[in-house]
Antibody, heavy 116, light 108 residues
């Protein structure tokens, strides 16, 4: 049972990026998966979550409209996407599953760096 | 969104008991969760639904909820417990979630 995240991204301001979180070892469509941001030296922030079974998506109001969470059931992968990155988007991004408890299984994180 | 307050740091000697508090007006109405995060690693769930412990977590970890405060208690603290700890509150649908600011547990 694991969540495998895509590798580090280095982008320029204004660029787009889509990072991924591929699940394995459990029934993918039955568990919510969320994204959590951690800026350098700071705490955890919930960005939003998606239910792969029906693509129902819930966003933290602080992030709604800034990012898009999506799912591909055929590859058991959840995505987090930006269309216009800012320097302030530089952070570590974790995906995590709701199982026995909320966020009971985590990916190892994807660092995103936005710099000119 | 929920506002959750944690102390920035808690210090404890090995073998003693550490308590970390998480306060917020919504605590009485929702279940609380606790996560341990060590430097350079992903967080790990240590307590869910206020007081339940995943099977992989040491019995030294326990949780409780009273009034507007969630409490994480670590008995017989060991050097390996030195980490950041975050509380999380969520509504029943999971549509509304918020983490506390985090507490650094310092094992002296």
């Amino acid at each position: 049972v694991r969540l495998e995240q895509s590798g580090a991204e280095v982008k320029m301001p204004g660029e787009s990026v889509k990072i991924s979180c591929q699940a394995s070892g459990y029934r993918f469509t039955s568990y919510w998966i969320g994204w959590v941001r951690q800026m350098p030296g700071k705490g955890l922030e919930w960005m939003g979550s998606i239910y792969p079974g029906d693509s129902d998506t819930k966003y933290n109001p602080s992030f709604e409209g800034q990012v898009t969470i999506s799912v591909d059931k055929s590859t058991e992968t959840v995505y987090l996407e930006w269309s216009g990155l800012k320097a302030s988007d530089s952070a570590m991004y974790f995906c995590a599953r709701d199982g026995e408890g909320l966020f009971d299984l985590w990916g190892r994180g994807t660092p995103v760096t936005v710099s000119s | 969104s929920y506002e959750l307050t944690q102390p920035p740091s808690v210090s404890v000697s090995p073998g003693q008991t550490a308590t970390i508090a998480c306060s917020g007006d919504a605590v009485p109405r929702q279940f609380g969760y606790w996560y341990q995060q060590k430097p350079g690693e992903a967080p790990v769930l240590v307590i869910y639904a206020d007081s339940k412990r995943p099977s992989t977590i040491s019995e030294r970890f326990s949780g409780s909820s009273s009034g507007t405060t969630l409490t994480l208690t670590i008995s017989g603290v060991e050097a390996e417990d030195d980490a950041d700890y975050y509380c999380l509150l969520a509504d029943d649908s999971g549509a509304k979630r918020a983490f506390g600011g985090g507490t650094k547990l310092i094992v002296l």
